[in-house]
């Protein structure tokens, strides 16, 4: 059975920082695209970041570049997402996605509130 469990959310101050997790299971975790996306209330579901094992390449949203770091561990199965200098607009509802051709699974979300 396929699974994508994040976890890691929270609340954090203006300036604080947060790693995320996506443990994932049930499928060749290492050949998948991985990302990560958000979705803020009223707003559509964005891309953060992506890893494709293709051509070893993250790719950011411009909103998070220099303060996301997208990583991930093919042995464990594991991705994560460090989130420095937040900012209030970062506040979302947190998503891992994999896709290999029509292959596309998404985890439950979590959490990401930054607040003063």
């Known amino acids: 059975q396929v699974q994508l469990v994040e976890s890691g959310g929270g609340l954090v101050q203006p300036g604080g920082s947060l790693r995320l997790s996506c443990a994932a299971s049930?499928?060749?975790?290492?050949?998948?695209?991985m990302s990560w996306y958000r979705q803020a209330p009223g707003k559509e579901r964005e891309l953060v970041a992506r890893?494709?094992?293709?051509?070893?390449?993250?790719h950011y949203e411009d909103s998070v570049k220099g303060r996301f770091t997208l990583s991930r561990d093919n042995v464990g199965q594991t991705m994560w997402l460090q989130m420095n200098s937040l900012k209030v607009e970062d506040t979302a509802v947190y998503y891992c996605?994999?896709?290999?051709?029509?292959?596309?699974?998404w985890g439950q979300g979590t959490q990401v509130t930054v607040s003063s």
């Open positions: 996605n994999a896709v290999r051709n029509e292959f596309i699974y």
């Open positions: 049930g499928f060749q975790f290492s050949i998948y695209v």
């Open positions: 890893y494709s094992p293709f051509d070893a390449v993250t």
